[in-house]
């Protein structure tokens, strides 16, 4: 436990207030199962896997990541016209359907992660700045922060859509501290992205705390240590030595 409070905190969304990616595969599944019958000789497990292969080769460009994550629901389409093109089956329509009902169900299967407003608000009442700093469109991201209520835990929120530039562009975090008025070494920065999250704030001199949701550990070949890892942000008040005002 650190015994000298962060002036500020800066935090990712998804994946690390909201559980964004936990039932990404279930919900591809069940998606192909409902598409299974018009998928000709390919069964619901086959179309699963070259997503799942697809989605991979797409989002590993930065370019291409930087497209898609701007219009997410189009980026599907494109992905899943790869994908039936490699299995032979010439359906733009199917295509845009199988994508379209993914996209449309997609939010639905986000929850706020167990402890994460509790945890916004043992942070607020020991008078550390919070800031939240999200990639996507403003649209996407202000409708996921509106629906679980998260505007007033923070003294500053960032989105890509709406900065013009996200991370891990270091003009991010920069003016993010900018905005919050402290300095980079008296901020930390929690998300779950190592080479995003992790390592560009500890360039600036900031503290990052990796957020393992899979509880994976680091990969074996990682060039990124972070100063401090969690399985949840609902172990940060542990980390700080903080309590509420019940000594909970």
């Known amino acids: 436990m650190r015994s000298r409070l962060p002036q500020a905190i800066l935090f990712d969304l998804d994946d690390t207030i909201i559980a964004y990616d936990a039932h990404t595969d279930a919900l591809w599944k069940s998606v192909c199962d409902r598409f299974a019958p018009c998928l000709h000789s390919h069964s ?16 590993s460009d930065p370019e291409r990541h930087l497209r898609g ?11 899943m016209t790869i994908v039936l093109d ?25 929850f706020l992660i167990p402890g994460a407003k509790e945890t916004l608000d043992l942070l607020k009442e020991h008078q550390i700045k919070l800031a939240l700093v999200t990639n996507g469109s403003a649209e996407s991201q202000r409708r996921k922060i509106q629906k679980f209520g998260l505007e007033p835990f923070f003294d500053y929120i960032l989105i890509e859509g709406e900065y013009g530039f996200g991370k891990p562009n270091r003009r991010v975090f920069e003016h993010t501290v900018t905005m919050l008025g402290v300095p980079a070494g008296q901020a930390w920065m929690v998300g779950d992205n190592l080479e995003w999250e992790i390592s560009v704030p500890q360039q600036l001199g900031m503290f990052a705390v990796w957020v393992d949701w899979r509880n994976q550990g680091l990969p074996s070949q990682s060039a990124v240590t972070p100063d401090l890892i969690v ?18």
Request: no cysteine; charged share 30%; aromatic share 8%.
């Open 44 to 59: 619901a497990e086959e179309l699963f896997q070259a997503i799942h292969k697809t989605a991979d080769w797409f989002w």
């Open 69 to 79: 994550r701007m219009n997410l629901p189009t980026a599907r389409r494109e992905i």
């Open 86 to 110: 490699g299995l032979g089956i010439k359906a733009s329509d199917l295509a845009m359907r199988i994508a379209d009902t993914y996209s449309d169900e997609r939010e639905d299967w986000t």
């Open 231 to 248: 399985g949840s942000i609902a172990r940060l008040p542990h980390h700080l030595g903080i309590r509420n005002s019940n000594g909970e």
